[in-house]
């Protein structure tokens, strides 16, 4: 089940509204709807995500019962997580590399196909990001299992984030209070993320994989900068209306979950673009990976180093492929190139070249984020770059007009640069919040035209994929 599917709308959400509002156990209510979201997609791996609520439970109340043996408590708990993460994750493509490095020595390796399941990702970090808080005394290990086992499970973050950090919202967990400004302001916030999954991404989606399913010797050099182009704005508004969606939800219920997105398009520099983009994740590889490794207050070359272990495990955390790790080591390259110096070139250049930088080398990386495998990203750049041949497929066919109309008007909303429209990560949830009670009643009438618009769309049954379901 997605936040943009009719069975969602119509039916969940509304009945699970309805009993959290109306019953007094708010946490029991929330635990059980988690339990039966995860089940409508994949009730094989509800023990799963239970386990992994036991196991951090556990872990977390042993660290702080036990303090003179929290050290390898935490070693444990993280290395448990990181086992489940994987083995479902990772096992099959290590396995092949392994297979494809002595293929002639021995016979090869086999393992069974391995389903993985909705959201390990997200939920095996906010696992560990619970144990290291706990040890480094940052929160309180949670004294009841089921507490903890409703924010482990809570839907709105579970399948694609944000990555929620217990202590984030740990304040909330027992006494939380839901005004009705703040529920109409999360519905609001809601709506908005909805418009941008169905009116701009899914519209978009349509042309980006009609264009890349197109073989790059059949692509005309127009053709592939529209596919990326497309690209790129659906993977933006996929992911930012998701956690919209989500954000928009938990204000619904009384919690505030951290910012994901801050018009990273806008960036003028990779750097401040990782400010910008997937904020949870970046932060959570920051605070619990860059900074322990040193972060930029050792030497230069550890400085690089440890940028560049970052991001290469940053792409292998979105896939199990050479394209995603080859994603990750451009993002890295990138962000030593401009720690080396070109951060400063950036800043110096007009707004309008450094801009057209930052656009231009993510989207290079994009390609290998959607691309089947290496050797086809690599000849769809080069059909980018003039390398098409005679008598390309025509790209009309692939791209129409309402495609173009969603394009244009996603790009500018998302390239338009404000002033002073870098939120700090502690301040940005609530300060969301007064800016939409703020304008309530002016976006209120926005909202309902934008939710009619929405429902007609899933109701006609358009193109509705969800990237972050391969993750």
Known sequence: MVFSSATFLFYFFPVFLILYYVLPWKNPVLLIASLVFYAWGEPRFVPLLMFSAVLNYSVGYAIQRF???????LWFGVAANLVFLMYYKYIGFFVTIANELVSLFSSPL????????????FFTFQGISYLIDVYRGDVNAQKSFWTFAMYKAMFPQLIAGPIVRYRQIADEVDHRSIPNARVLAGLQQFIVGLAQKVLIANTVALSADKLFAVAPDQLSTTGAWIGIACYSIQILYDFAGYSNMAIGIGHMIGFSYPPNFNRPYSSTSVTEFWRRWHISLSSWFRDYLYIPL???RVSPFRTYANLGIVFLLCGLWHGAAWTFIIWGAWHGALLIIERMGLGRMLERLPPMVSHAYTLLVVMIGWVFFRANDVPHALKFLGVMFGGASSGAHP???DFGAAAAAALITGTLIATWRFSGDMPTQSAAPRKGLQL??????????GAAAAFVLCAASL??????????FRF
């Open 294 to 296: 040193g972060g930029n």
């Open 110 to 121: 086999y393992v069974p196909e391995i389903i993985l399941p909705l959201g390990i990702s």
């Open 395 to 397: 790209w009309q066919m």
């Open 67 to 73: 303090a003179a043996r929290k050290k390898p408590l």
């Open 436 to 445: 939409a009670l703020s304008s309530l009643p002016l976006r209120a009438v």
């Open 459 to 468: 109701a006609a049954g358009t193109y509705n994929p969800f990237i972050y």
